[in-house]
């Protein structure tokens, strides 16, 4: 079986560990960039508390500017923030079991990493969470985030039919649905945004442990 992972809220916890950080020190960059703030630390858990109803952080980083009223062109200097390399000694977990799994699936499947984003800060992020990419027999970054034509190319290159293909993303949008229109299994990974996000009907699979999957991929 091929199966397709997505980083972000499914190998590893973005929005616990990461995205928080990168809040605050976007903030900081804004404050500097000319965005006045009554008081920092309630500006920071105002801005957290938008993040976590919002499925991306450049929306969060927007409504923020809008209420707090700052100038919107501030909002490029966050978003430079959000994807700018991480502190040398900044460790970014896994979610559970996910190095246990990984080792169980390699010697019968084949593996593939495929999340969209800036590439450096993606491959980063998985260095930084000590999952070893060879691991993978492949690593897509799209940088535009759409991975149905990654989809298409990968099932080309492996030459797995379709329905021995796998999906698990925390996404509905982003990694699910373009898997579903090619006739693959899907696996909604509840982590993170991905419980913000309703399981569609068309969805194979509901977990919130990648050690789930077990049982997922004997049955």
């Known amino acids: 079986m091929l199966i397709i992972f997505d980083l972000d809220d499914t190998l590893i916890d973005t929005s616990g560990f990461v995205t928080p950080f990168k809040l605050k020190e976007s903030l900081k960059k804004l404050v500097h960039g000319g965005l006045c703030v009554s008081n920092f630390e309630e500006a920071y858990l105002?801005?957290?508390?938008?993040?976590?109803?919002?499925?991306?952080?450049?929306?969060?980083?927007?409504?923020?500017?809008?209420?707090n009223g700052g100038d919107l062109s501030l909002q490029s200097l966050a978003l430079q923030e959000m994807s700018s390399p991480l502190p040398e000694h900044f460790q970014v977990p896994t979610t559970p079991h996910v190095k246990e799994i990984l080792q169980w699936l390699q010697p019968l499947h084949t593996l593939v990493l495929v999340t969209g984003g800036n590439p450096p800060f993606q491959m980063e992020k998985l260095e930084k969470a000590g999952i070893d990419k060879s691991i993978f027999s492949n690593i897509a970054i799209p940088e535009d985030s759409k991975k149905l034509p990654v989809y298409?190319?990968?099932?080309?290159?492996?030459?797995?039919?379709?329905?021995?293909?796998?999906?698990c993303g925390d996404r509905i949008a982003m990694d699910l649905l373009p898997a579903h229109e090619l006739g693959f299994k899907t696996v909604h990974m509840r982590w993170g945004r991905g419980k913000l996000m309703e399981t569609q009907p068309w969805v194979d699979y509901t977990i919130s442990d990648l050690s789930e999957l077990k049982r997922i991929i004997k049955a």
């Open 152 to 167: 298409k190319r990968l099932l080309q290159e492996f030459a797995f039919p379709a329905s021995q293909v796998l999906v």
């Open 46 to 67: 105002q801005l957290l508390q938008m993040d976590r109803q919002m499925l991306k952080s450049s929306d969060s980083l927007h409504q923020f500017l809008m209420k």
